[in-house]
C-alpha cells in the first residue's frame, strides 16, 4: 500500500519544446492524492501540454513524471494508463464515425476483439447511465452535441479504475447546470480515492471547486500547489495574467473573478433609436439538425449595442445563428439586415452587407486546423473578391502577422498550421478575422469559451469598441456574468422562442427561472 | 520553405524506398537488380536522346497530373484521368474528321478545345452527381473510366474506323499530316510551349488566386469555409471541370502529336501514372514538374528495356508499382521513421 498522503503525481523538471516553441520550462511540483486540483494559466501557458506530458502522450524533453512514486518513461501512454492515469480532452479525440457504444469499447480496451452490436449495447449501457449520460448507444460520435461527447469521454476515461484523472478545460462545453453535474460527479470521484486534475480558466469554478490551485505562465510554473483557502480571485487573476490584471476595469474584473454577483450592465449605455441593423419578424424556421426550429421570435438588433441571449443550451440559439448565416431555412417571417430583406440572399452577400460571425463550433466552423495561420486568416477578405482576382500571398501574410500581434495571439508564424495554436489563441485568430471596420452586425457564440481571464476582458473590450463604433452585436453566451457584464439588454431562449427580455439591472434569479421556464 | 525542402525530401526518400523493394522484386525474380536498374536509368536519361525521349511521356502526363492535382487540393478524389484523357481524345478525334479539309490553324485549336471541353464534361457528371447528392466520386470517375474505355472501342471500331487498319487494335483513320502538332517523336514546340503555358497557369490559379486558396481550404475544411459564406459547389465544380479539361487536353495532345490517331485502349495507365505522379508531388505544380518527369523518364525505360537490354518492360510496372505503394503508405509510422525536424505531422 502506497502512503496515503504520498503525492499521487510528481513532476521534476519537466520541459517541453515543440520545434523554436518552448510549451513548458523546468516545471516541478506534486500534487496530493485524493484531493481536486485545479491547473490555471493564460493560453497557451502550456496547460495542455502539462496535462499530455502526465498522461503519457508527449515525451518531455527533459525533466520527468512520477506516478504514485513510480517514475515514468515519458511519451508512452499504455505505461501512464496503467499506472492510472486518464486524460480527457479539450478538444475531443474521440472518432467521429465511431458510435458510442464502439467509442466506449475501443477506448477501455484499445485493442480489437471480437463483439456484436448487442453485446457493446449491453456492456456499456448501465456504465454511461451509472454516469448519468442519456445517449443511443448507436449513434454516431460526430452526430452528438459536445456535451454528450464530453460525457462519453469522461466516461471512457472513468471505465479503468483511474486513479488520476485529468480534465482539461471540461467546463468550457458545458452549460452552468452541466457543470454542476460534472462538479457533482468530480466530488463524486474525490470521496472514491481519485486524484482529479481539472484545468481550468474561470476562477469562480477553481474556487468552487478545487482543494488546491496550481498557475503556469509562458510555460513556467508561477506558484502551486496553493490551498484554495488561502487564495481570492483577485490574487488568483494576478499569479495569472500578471501585471496586466491591474489594466483591468473593476467591473471586468468582478465578472472575471465571481467576486459577487454582475448585475450592472454597460456603465455608459444610452439609448439606441437608431434603425435597427438586424430584425427578425415574426420568424419560424423549418426544423434544423443542429436544435429546435424557432417559433415566432421577434427580434431586434440596433447600431451601438450588444444584445446578449441567455438559455440553457439546445433551446434555439444554435438555429438563431444559422438562420442568419443562410444554413437554416425561415418558413415563415422576414429577415432584414440593414434594412434589406436577406431571406433569400447566400451568406456571402450577407457578409459583405457587413455580417461577421463567430461560430459556436471554433475547431470546425471557425477554422481549418490543417491549414495555415494565414490561409484561415484571409479566408474573410478573400470571400469579399472575385474568384479569378490575384492575390500576393506575401502582402497577406505580412497583413496576417499584423492582425494577430495586434490580437496578442501567441504563435511562432504565420505558416503554423492553426492546429498548433493553443484552444484560447485559436479562438484570437478568428475573433481577429470577424471584428473588423467594416463589420455591422457581429454574431459572437460563445466567444470567451476557453479563453483566459485576460484573452476574456480583451474580448470584452473589443466588443465593446466595435459597440461604440456603431455595430450590432448578438452574445450568445452560457456564462450570465459575461452576460450581464457587457449586455445592453438580455433575451432568454427556451425551446425555440424568445421568452423573456432582462435590461440592467439584471435579476440572476428571474433570469435563471425565465431560461428553465419557471416564471 | 523549410517545410516544403522537408516534403520534396520526405517524397524523395519514399521513391528510394521503392527502388530497394524492386531491388528485391528482380533479385527474387532471378536478375540482377544492379543490371535491371542502371538499364532503366540508362533508358531513361542517360543514353544519347533518352531526355527527349522521356520528355515526350511527361509532357502529357504533367498536364493530366496538374489537373489531378487540382481536384485532390480541393478534396474531391477525382480518379477519372484516364477516362477523361480518352473522351478528349476522342471529341477531337471526332473533330478533326468533320473539319476535315479547313486549314491547320483552324482544326487545330478547335481539336484542343474540343477535347478539353470533352474532358471536362467527363469530370462534369461525376462532380455533379458529388456536389448535388454526395455520391461517392471515387466510385463514378473510376466507373466513367471504364465507359470511356468502352465508347473509344466503339468509336474506333465503328464511327471513326480506319478501314485499313490491321485487325489487330481497332484505331481511327490516321490525321492528315497538316493537323499533326509533333512527328510520332512526340516532341515539338507546340506541346513543350502548351506544357508550359498549362504550367504556368495553373501555377498562377492554384498559389496565387482566390479560387486556388480558398479551393485549397475548403479541401481540407468545407465547413469553415461555408461558414465564411463560399459556395462550395462553385469551387468544387470548377475543379472538377479543370482537371477533366486538363486530363482531355493531354489525350488531345497524344492524338494530335505523336499517336496522329487514337487507337481502342491506347496509354491505358496514363491516367493513374498521373494520379502517382500527383500525389508524389503532393499537388504542387512545380513539384508535379519534376516528378512528371521522372515518371516520362521510366515510361520511356519501359521502351527501351526489351529492345536494348534484354529485360522485360514490366520491370518498370514493377517500380511504379512500389512506389505507389509507398506513397499510398505514408503512414504515421513511417512519418515517425522519417521524421526531420520532429514537428511536422
Ligand atoms: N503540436 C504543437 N506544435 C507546436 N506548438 C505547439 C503544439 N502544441 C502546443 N504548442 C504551443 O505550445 C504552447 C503551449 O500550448 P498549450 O496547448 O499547452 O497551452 P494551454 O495552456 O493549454 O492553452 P489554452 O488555454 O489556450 O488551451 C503554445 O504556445 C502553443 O502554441
Ligand atoms: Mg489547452
Not at chain 2, 477531337?92 to 490553324?105: D, I, K, N, Q, R
Not at chain 2, 487498319?165 to 502548351?194: D, K, M, N
Not at chain 2, 465544380?237 to 505523336?258: C, Q, R, V, Y
Request: with cysteine.
Amino acid at each position: 500500500m502506497t502512503d496515503p498522503h504520498a503525492p499521487a503525481l510528481v513532476c521534476q523538471n519537466v520541459s517541453v519544446t515543440y520545434g523554436p516553441v518552448t510549451a513548458l520550462e523546468a516545471v516541478s511540483t506534486a500534487f496530493d492524492a485524493g484531493l481536486i486540483h485545479a491547473v490555471v494559466g493564460q493560453n497557451g501557458a502550456g496547460k495542455t501540454t502539462f496535462a499530455r506530458v502526465a498522461s503519457g502522450l508527449v515525451r518531455p524533453s527533459g525533466g520527468h513524471v512520477a506516478i504514485n512514486g513510480h517514475v515514468m518513461r515519458g511519451g508512452n501512454v499504455s505505461a501512464a494508463r496503467a499506472a492510472g492515469v486518464e486524460l480527457v480532452h479539450q478538444s475531443f479525440a474521440l472518432p467521429p464515425s465511431f458510435t458510442v457504444a464502439e467509442a466506449m469499447e475501443f477506448g477501455a480496451t484499445g485493442a480489437g476483439r471480437f463483439f456484436t452490436r448487442s453485446s457493446l449495447f449491453a456492456r456499456w449501457r448501465p456504465h454511461l447511465e451509472s454516469l448519468d449520460i442519456s445517449v443511443d448507444l448507436g449513434a454516431r460520435i460526430r452526430d452528438l452535441p459536445v456535451e454528450t461527447q464530453q460525457g462519453i469521454e469522461i466516461a471512457r476515461a472513468l471505465v479503468t479504475q483511474a486513479k488520476v484523472l485529468i480534465l482539461d478545460e471540461p467546463t468550457a462545453v458545458l452549460s452552468p447546470s452541466g457543470i454542476e453535474k460534472l462538479f457533482e460527479r468530480v466530488r463524486r470521484l474525490k470521496a472514491q480515492g481519485v486524484t482529479v486534475l481539472l484545468i481550468l480558466h474561470k476562477i469562480r469554478e477553481v474556487l468552487a471547486i478545487a482543494d488546491t490551485v496550481t498557475v503556469l505562465r509562458a510555460g513556467r510554473l508561477v506558484e502551486g500547489p496553493l490551498m484554495t483557502t488561502d487564495v481570492d480571485g483577485e490574487r488568483l487573476s494576478r499569479l495569472i495574467i500578471g501585471d496586466a490584471s491591474r489594466g483591468l476595469a473593476a467591473v471586468d474584473a468582478q465578472a472575471l473573478t465571481g467576486a459577487g454577483t454582475v448585475e450592472h450592465g454597460p456603465t455608459d449605455a444610452k439609448p439606441v433609436t437608431a434603425a435597427p441593423v438586424l430584425k427578425l419578424s415574426s420568424i419560424t424556421t423549418f426544423g434544423d439538425p443542429e436544435g429546435p426550429a424557432l417559433q415566432d421570435v421577434d427580434f431586434e438588433v440596433r447600431p451601438g449595442e450588444i444584445v446578449g441571449i441567455a438559455g440553457v443550451e439546445g433551446n434555439g440559439q444554435r438555429t438563431l445563428v444559422r438562420l442568419i448565416a443562410d444554413f437554416a431555412k425561415a418558413s415563415r417571417g422576414g429577415v432584414y439586415l440593414g434594412g434589406h430583406d436577406i431571406n433569400t440572399q447566400p451568406l456571402a452577400q450577407r457578409r459583405s452587407k457587413g455580417l461577421r460571425i463567430i461560430p459556436f463550433e471554433r475547431n470546425t466552423e471557425g477554422l481549418s486546423l490543417s491549414s495555415s495561420l494565414w490561409e484561415n486568416w484571409t479566408a474573410r477578405a478573400l470571400l469579399e473578391k472575385p474568384l479569378l482576382r490575384l492575390v500576393n500571398p506575401a502582402l497577406l501574410r505580412s497583413e496576417c502577422d499584423a492582425a494577430l500581434k495586434a490580437w496578442g495571439v501567441r504563435y511562432d508564424n504565420v505558416a503554423q498550421k492553426a492546429g498548433a495554436l493553443s484552444g484560447g489563441n485559436a479562438q484570437k485568430v478568428i475573433l481577429s478575422r470577424e471584428i473588423d471596420r467594416d463589420a455591422k452586425l457581429i454574431i459572437a457564440a460563445q466567444p470567451t469559451r476557453g479563453l483566459d481571464i485576460g484573452a476574456t476582458a480583451f474580448v470584452w473590450d473589443a466588443l465593446r469598441q466595435a459597440r461604440d463604433r456603431g455595430c450590432g452585436i448578438i452574445l450568445i453566451s452560457s456564462d450570465l456574468d459575461e452576460l450581464f457584464d457587457i449586455s445592453d439588454r438580455v433575451n432568454v431562449m427556451l425551446a425555440g422562442r424568445i421568452v423573456g427580455t432582462f435590461t440592467a439591472p439584471y435579476d440572476m434569479n428571474a433570469v435563471g427561472a425565465a431560461m428553465i421556464g419557471a416564471s | 520553405m523549410i517545410a516544403r525542402v522537408t516534403h520534396i525530401l520526405r517524397s524523395l526518400i519514399f521513391v528510394i524506398f521503392a527502388l530497394i523493394l524492386c531491388s528485391l522484386v528482380f533479385q527474387i525474380a532471378g536478375y540482377s537488380a544492379s543490371t535491371v536498374l542502371t538499364n532503366v536509368a540508362d533508358g531513361a536519361f542517360l543514353r544519347p536522346g533518352a531526355l527527349a525521349q522521356s520528355l515526350r511521356w511527361a509532357l502529357p502526363l504533367f498536364i493530366t497530373a496538374v489537373g489531378v492535382g487540382v481536384s485532390f487540393r480541393a478534396g474531391y478524389f477525382n480518379i477519372g484521368a484516364q477516362g477523361q484523357f480518352y473522351v478528349g481524345s476522342i471529341c477531337a478525334a471526332f473533330v478533326a474528321e468533320w473539319l476535315s479539309g479547313a486549314p491547320a490553324f483552324v482544326v487545330i485549336p478547335a481539336c484542343l478545345f474540343a477535347g478539353m471541353a470533352g474532358g471536362a464534361f467527363w469530370a462534369l457528371w461525376p462532380g455533379y452527381l458529388r456536389i448535388r447528392s454526395g455520391t461517392d466520386e471515387v466510385i463514378t470517375t473510376l466507373m466513367g473510366n471504364f465507359m470511356a474505355g468502352l465508347l473509344l472501342v466503339y468509336v474506333t471500331s465503328g464511327p471513326l474506323k480506319d478501314p485499313s487498319g490491321s485487325g489487330q487494335q481497332a484505331s481511327s483513320r490516321p490525321l492528315e499530316a497538316a493537323y499533326r502538332i509533333s512527328t510520332s517523336s512526340g516532341l515539338s514546340v507546340t506541346i513543350v510551349a502548351i506544357a508550359v503555358a498549362v504550367g504556368l497557369a495553373m501555377w498562377l490559379l492554384v498559389n496565387r488566386t482566390t479560387f486556388g486558396m480558398l479551393a485549397s481550404l475548403a479541401g481540407r475544411n468545407p465547413v469553415m469555409v461555408r461558414w465564411q459564406g463560399a459556395l462550395l459547389w462553385k469551387l468544387g465544380i470548377t475543379s472538377f471541370l479543370l482537371s477533366g479539361a486538363l486530363a482531355g487536353l493531354a489525350g488531345t495532345i497524344e492524338f494530335l502529336g505523336p499517336n496522329g490517331r487514337i487507337a481502342s485502349g491506347f496509354l491505358p495507365a496514363h491516367g493513374f501514372t498521373a494520379i502517382l505522379i500527383a500525389l508524389v508531388a503532393n499537388f504542387s505544380v512545380a513539384g508535379t514538374a519534376i516528378t512528371a518527369l521522372f515518371f516520362g523518364g521510366l515510361a520511356s525505360a519501359a521502351l527501351y528495356l526489351p529492345v536494348m537490354a534484354g529485360l522485360p518492360s514490366a520491370a518498370i510496372d514493377v517500380i511504379n508499382a512500389s512506389i505507389a505503394l509507398f506513397i499510398t503508405a505514408r503512414s504515421k509510422l513511417l512519418d515517425k521513421v522519417l521524421r526531420i525536424g520532429g514537428h511536422s505531422s
